[in-house]
């Protein structure tokens, strides 16, 4: 009786999963970069729930001002893009499980200035190169038995746009936020998700806290992959 309530409390135990959570930062010079609102906090409830549920947590995390509450949590902290990539990369081969919160920078300066660049009067021009979409790459990598859900963070045309994402990404499952949503998005402590899988269900959940909202996403993964008890 004792082990049977540990295996429910414990539903992703021997599994190990890849978090990536927070911003990216791409500098322009040493004291300037672009960046975006993420806050890490929709990651960071993932990993800790994960760690909750058993799992071997390996966090990639950018850079953020909180961490997560589980101890058992491995955090490999990153700045870049590059960085978040090449950790996510490396890891992925020996997981189960990818969950891919983070928001990392679509672009990236081409050159970084090595110093101050000067104010002037004269406008000047970034030219910004793409960088590693993570979801795509772990995506072609994606062996039998493995799982990726991502994260689509938009503001029109919200499902279609997720869809596309999904398929062309070669995901198992996509999370999808909207801007529009009141509560959701970067920096709030709640979150209203629709969560769709590969075979295009879609499931729309109330706002709840990010905490709770990673407890869905966690027992929608663990449905999925059949190791619900």
């Known amino acids: ?13 021997g599994k190990r999963i890849l978090v990536n959570a927070g911003p990216t930062r791409e500098p322009i010079d040493p004291v300037r970069y672009i960046s975006n609102y993420s806050t890490g906090k929709m990651g960071i409830a993932l990993a800790d729930a994960a760690a909750e549920y058993g799992a071997e947590v390996h966090l990639v995390l950018g850079p953020v001002t909180i961490a997560p509450e589980n101890p058992g949590v491995q955090v490999i902290k990153v700045i870049t893009a590059a960085e978040m990539a ?6 992925f081969p020996h997981c189960d499980i990818a969950i891919l919160a983070a928001a990392v920078a679509d672009f990236t300066p081409d050159k970084t200035a090595q110093s101050k660049i000067k104010k002037s009067d004269e406008p000047i021009f970034l030219k910004l190169i793409p960088t590693t979409d993570i979801a795509a790459e772990l995506g072609k990598m994606k ?3 493995q799982f990726i859900a991502g994260f689509a963070l938009e503001t029109e045309n919200e499902t279609e746009n997720a869809l596309i994402k999904l398929h062309r990404k070669n995901l198992d499952m996509i999370v999808l936020n909207s801007l529009r949503e009141e509560g959701a998005g970067f ?3 709640t979150n209203r998700i629709t969560i769709i899988d590969r075979n295009n269900n879609i499931d729309k959940f109330e706002l709840k806290s990010k905490k709770d909202a990673a407890k869905d996403i966690l027992n929608k993964i663990i449905s ?3 190791r619900r008890e």
């Open 224 to 226: 999925l992959t059949g």
């Open 1 to 13: 009786m004792k082990n049977s309530s540990h295996k429910k409390l414990k539903p992703l135990a």
């Open 86 to 91: 090449s950790e996510c990369i490396k890891l």
């Open 143 to 145: 062996k039998p038995g």
């Open 187 to 189: 920096g709030y402590d």
